[in-house]
């Protein structure tokens, strides 16, 4: 089994910045892609960034610019910087780790933490 747990979220006034850490954990022999997602309320879960077991990361056209993906392969772990937060950010910020199984690629998520950016 895999545990899939996130922290840094919180409170943060507009132009801030936060740094949201993913830490993968259990019978993991290799990870392929990790991901963020987010969900505001009354809207739909929405990809934010994602990036590759090869490092090459992708961003939800509101994330680019603003947000930055990372991952630490020793520890098996995703973090997501986050500067220039606007209000719009606010959302639960989900973490997505997928986990290979021979020919297939397991999906684990985290709880979710809360970033919410004030006006």
């Known amino acids: 089994q895999v545990q899939v747990v996130e922290s840094g979220g919180g409170l943060v006034q507009t132009g801030g910045s936060l740094r949201l850490s993913c830490a993968a954990s259990?019978?993991?022999?290799?990870?392929?892609?990790m991901a963020w997602y987010r969900q505001a309320p009354g809207k739909e879960r929405e990809l934010v960034a994602v990036?590759?077991?090869?490092?090459?990361?992708n961003y939800a056209d509101s994330a680019k610019g603003r947000f930055t993906i990372s991952r630490d392969h020793a520890k098996n772990t995703a973090y997501l910087q986050m500067n220039s937060l606007k209000p719009e950010d606010t959302a639960v910020y989900y973490c997505?780790?997928?986990?290979?199984?021979?020919?297939?690629?397991?999906?684990?998520w985290g709880q979710g933490t809360q970033v919410t950016v004030s006006s």
């Open positions: 997505y780790v997928g986990v290979p199984r021979g020919p297939l690629v397991d999906p684990y």
């Open positions: 259990g019978s993991i022999f290799g990870i392929n892609d």
């Open positions: 990036i590759a077991r090869s490092g090459r990361a």
